[in-house]
Nanobody, 127 residues
Framework: QVQLAESGGGSVQAGGSLTLSCVAS????????MGWFRQIPGKEREGVAV???????RYANSVKGRFTISQDNAKTTLTLQLNSLELEDTAMYYC?????????????????????WGQGTQVTVSS
């Protein structure tokens, strides 16, 4: 069974940086699609960034140039580097994975195209 565990959230002032990590276990698939999403209470979960098995990436417009998604060579640890944080980045951040290659839906950061989810890690940005 695929399990995802996020860490690295916390509180930071606007303009600061954080690094989120997600450790994946329970699968040995050669191909996958992994991503980061975020959610504010009362709002829908939104996609932040996605990466495939060949390290191709795609980002939401709101985080382009500020956030970087990456994975280790073993493809079991996903990282999201958050720089130049803004108040609007405050949210619960979730790691997501699917054991299929990224395709049009997952490249579009659609929640329904990811089968596995972590419990989330909170990021709070203050002024």
């Amino acid at each position: 069974q695929v399990q995802l565990a996020e860490s690295g959230g916390g509180s930071v002032q606007a303009g600061g940086s954080l690094t989120l990590s997600c450790v994946a276990s329970g699968y040995t698939y050669r191909r996958h699609c992994m991503g980061w999403f975020r959610q504010i209470p009362g709002k829908e979960r939104e996609g932040v960034a996605v990466i495939d098995s060949t390290d191709r990436t795609r980002y939401a417009n709101s985080v382009k140039g500020r956030f970087t998604i990456s994975q280790d060579n073993a493809k079991t640890t996903l990282t999201l580097q958050l720089n130049s944080l803004e108040l609007e980045d405050t949210a619960m951040y979730y790691c997501a994975a699917d054991t299929n290659d990224c395709y049009s839906g997952s490249w579009a950061l659609r929640v329904e195209d990811f089968a596995y989810w972590g419990q989330g890690t909170q990021v709070t940005v203050s002024s």
